[in-house]
């Protein structure tokens, strides 16, 4: 569980096991928690380093090879403050390299990428950031249905449980949402918190869907959130998306009951 939410706050692997490590002894030199931690000495010294940076540990020089010292636990906090100041201050770079990008003669439009794979620590990110890239083309499309199978552990995920409500909160009122799901206690508490458009219905086969699939304007979506590494791959093809969403909408034509 700690390393769990010590890897949402951003901690790599190496980091959170010489963090832990600093943690438990208070004050301990590199050479001691190479030891303990099976991570090689430089290695060590060079994620003591960003620790130090991130201000939630210290380096005492006293003596010939120095040690690593724990701060008190409410760094944790001021460090989580220090990145967002760097990531206020990155953003308003962002935006004025953006208007001075502007100005730059292009030669060629920007090539859209037609297969991308997401890892599981972007996944949430990527679904914010191209919920309106995935709309715009199923505008363009003139189909304005997310069509598809879900895999119920999606929904049982906290973030995306979130996504789900921002995009209700925000989705235009003539997009709607038919998906097949499997008959689970997280889709029938979905059901009754009666999301507007938001339809279901549910797969009455011995099999159950083990990974979701949408199909979205010139956009197919396939997620894995079943098991770690989740993971997200976006194809980007007209011809295949217009198949998948066919298939999704005789599919859906011929499942009866269960639906919101």
Known sequence: ?????????????????????????????PAAIASLTNIKRPTVYSVG????????????????????????????????????RALSEKRKIAQELVTKLESVPKSKSYSVPKMRFIEEHNMTDFLYSQTPIWESSMAATKDLTWWGFQDHTMVEKKEHLEWIEWYWKRAPQQFDVKIISNDSSVERNMQARNLERRQIKFW???????????????YVVFMMTKQHPYYLVEIHDAVYAENMRELFKNLWGTIGGNKK
């Open 204 to 218: 009455k086969e011995d099999f159950k869907f083990t990974a979701t699939t949408w199909a979205l304007g010139e």
């Open 49 to 84: 380093k960003e620790l130090i940076k991130r201000g939630v540990m210290a380096e005492d020089i006293h003596g010939p090879n120095g040690y690593f010292v724990a701060l008190p636990l409410e760094h944790l906090e001021k460090a989580l403050q220090v990145e967002e």
């Open 1 to 29: 569980m700690i390393d769990e939410l010590l890897k949402k706050l951003g901690f790599t692997d190496k980091e959170i096991q010489v963090y832990l490590t600093v943690l438990e002894n208070g004050k301990i030199a």
